[in-house]
């Protein structure tokens, strides 16, 4: 068995850039910035910060492009997919990205009612101060697929 999966949380390195393809789909990139702290053997505090291509496609794009902005926290789940083309000079070039299948926007405060809450950095949100991040949160998951698909009850699961 095989399995290519990734999950990653962190902030937006830049605002997600939303564009269609030929055919008419959006097409979202985006940067996100992960973090791993340690203790060294001298006990001195290290870290260490991972950069991860994003890559969107269809209504996702669209829902990235609209709520996501630089600085903002976010988890994405999805499958790496490495490309390699030839530039003009004849340069051979490769990149890993992460094609996300699944998003979560980052916290949003009762307080921001309607809006997410800002980020440090000025992301997406109202103007309000940062006070409310001892606030309770709630996450909202936005999944790619086909959005006919017919919502699974527990009570239809056999089992």
């Known amino acids: ?3 290519n999966k990734a999950i990653i949380i962190g902030n937006l390195t ?6 269609k393809t030929p055919s008419g789909q959006s097409v979202a990139n ?3 910035a992960t973090n791993r702290v340690w203790t060294n053997q001298q006990g001195a505090k290290q870290e260490q910060v991972e950069f991860h291509n994003i890559v969107a496609f269809g209504r996702l794009a669209d829902i990235v492009g609209q709520y996501l902005a630089k600085g903002r926290l976010c988890m994405v789940e999805g499958r790496i997919q490495t490309r390699n083309w030839v530039d003009n000079a004849g340069i051979k070039h490769w990149k890993t990205e992460i094609i996300a299948e699944n998003i979560q926007l980052g916290p949003k405060t009762a307080a921001s009612a309607g809006g ?3 980020s440090n950095s000025g992301g ?3 103007n309000q101060s940062n006070d409310n991040n001892n606030q309770p949160y ?3 998951p936005i999944i790619a697929g086909n959005d006919n698909e017919e919502e699974i009850k ?3 699961i056999p089992f």
């Open 14 to 19: 830049q605002n997600p850039e939303v564009r």
């Open 30 to 32: 985006f940067g996100v």
């Open 116 to 118: 997410y809450a800002p």
């Open 1 to 3: 068995m095989n399995l």
């Open 154 to 156: 527990i009570e239809d």
């Open 138 to 140: 709630e996450v909202e």
């Open 124 to 126: 997406y949100g109202s």
